[in-house]
């Protein structure tokens, strides 16, 4: 016998050549990853982030006719004398939602609201700030005035015809505004996803309960239910499963008859009851990972009839990050739309930063906007996977490369804020 162990590739080491990389997780992800089929119509309140079906069309103009941005006084351009001063009778008023009847011909002028119909014959509206209004109740107009000045133009905004939105858009609140000022009432949108979502562990408890000894209160499945709820997703939430075979795979039938994305913590490490691979293996097929990311490293993606299963790491800050990296993008293609990429600011660390090369590391900080308008980031202290107050304290990861051998207070770094809404 040696006198020396021979050790395995861990979680401990800097870089594992076994491991596959951030940008090819994501890649087969999205290979597997089925967009939804189903549709259904909604009153567009409720398709606020659903993904539109198919692409909206305009069925009129926006606005529907010429009216002013100011208030002030409409009138023809050609009436006013080429130099000078111009005085113009008051032949009425124009307000928004109740039009002037008439027309209005040379040497007379109507007073006009902002969103007031521009009349007959005016082709100007000179605001009311550049007149004045004599005790005769003349008004009076200089020259220095052009056709156009101050009308929105009907169809302006939108053209009838023109093409709104795009498919496969998740609705922001602008665009139910922009259905909504083309009397738009309801809309086709894709279902939801349904996710379902468990834990696994014997030494997990329910919050509610005094803790037994050896045990630990569930957290992931609060980060879980609280990062799903920021989504436009159904969610099952199956509670904790034991580690144990026959329930397991219950736990992920049981899950697979409801939902399309099927996510559990724990169990993937190479630990003796991780019993999620032989029951994936049992009843759909699986993929074991491990990614050059840290904390995140063990990651497993698996497939139950239609379902996807992606099966998160234990620890709760490595449920975080995989999940912000991972599953915003698998639950964005399910629902219909393109996967968007964190957006990724530059910031001053403020803060030494330990890393070693070899994996892309997310490590916790605070930024704030210096007075310079820089972005400045510190740590929050202890950047253990196990530490979940260093996410709860933090308001971005700091995202080091690869190849970063560690970050000197002053060095450029670059920082990724926390949106659990994408
Ligand atoms: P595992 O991958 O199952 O070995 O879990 C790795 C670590 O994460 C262990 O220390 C677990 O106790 C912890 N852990 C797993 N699941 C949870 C959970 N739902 N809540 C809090 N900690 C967990
Ligand atoms: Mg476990």
């Not at 074991?288 to 840290?294: D, E, S, V």
Request: proline content about 6%.
């Amino acid at each position: 016998m040696s006198d020396q162990i021979a050790s395995q590739p861990s979680c401990a080491d800097p870089f594992d050549p076994a491991s596959i990389s951030l940008d090819e997780a994501l890649r087969r992800i999205a290979e597997r990853v089925q967009p939804v089929h189903a549709c259904e119509r909604l009153p567009i309140r409720e398709c606020l982030d659903r993904v539109n079906h198919e692409i909206v069309s305009s069925p009129s103009n926006v606005p529907p006719h010429a009216n002013s941005a100011m208030d002030g006084f409409a009138l023809a351009v050609a009436s006013l004398q080429q130099d000078g001063i111009t005085e113009f009778e008051q032949i009425g008023t124009a307000y928004a939602g109740n039009a002037f009847e008439g027309s209005v011909s040379a040497g007379q002028c109507v007073r006009i609201m902002t969103g007031g119909l521009i009349p007959q014959g005016a082709d100007a509206v000179i605001m009311q700030e550049q007149t004045e209004v004599t005790a005769e109740g003349k008004v009076r107009i200089d020259a220095n005035h052009r056709v156009g000045e101050n009308i929105r133009e009907a169809g302006e905004d939108i053209k009838q015809g023109a093409a709104v939105i795009d498919a496969g858009v998740r609705l922001s609140p602008a665009d139910l505004g922009v259905l909504a000022s083309l009397g738009i009432a309801q809309l086709q949108v894709k279902r939801k996803p349904v996710v379902a979502f468990f834990s696994t562990g014997d030494e997990l408890m329910p919050v509610g309960e005094p803790l037994a000894p050896g045990k630990i209160y569930d957290s992931n499945r609060y980060c879980l239910h609280g990062m799903l709820s920021r989504m436009a997703v159904d969610i099952v939430d199956l509670g904790v499963v034991r580690d144990e075979p026959q329930a397991m795979r219950e736990a992920l039938e049981n899950a697979a008859a409801k939902a399309d994305l099927i996510l559990s913590t724990g169990g993937v490490s190479v630990g003796e009851a991780d019993f999620i691979k032989p029951a994936l293996e049992e009843i759909g097929s699986t993929e074991f990972w491990k990614i050059a990311i840290k904390p995140g490293r063990p990651l497993t993606l698996g497939q139950i009839d239609a379902s996807i299963f992606i099966g998160l790491p234990g620890n709760p800050v490595a449920v975080m990050v995989t999940f912000s990296q991972f599953v915003v993008p698998a639950i964005q293609a399910l629902a219909g739309t393109r996967p968007t990429r964190p957006k990724l600011f530059k910031a001053r660390a403020d803060d030494r930063l330990r890393k070693k090369p070899g994996r892309y590391e997310f490590q916790r900080g605070i930024a704030t906007l210096d007075e310079t308008g820089e972005w400045r980031v510190g740590k929050t202290g202890k950047q253990g996977s196990g530490i979940l107050t260093s996410m709860s304290r933090a308001n971005c990861f700091i995202v080091l490369p690869d190849d970063n051998a560690g970050v000197e207070p002053g060095d450029e770094v670059s920082i990724q804020f926390f949106d659990w809404s994408l």
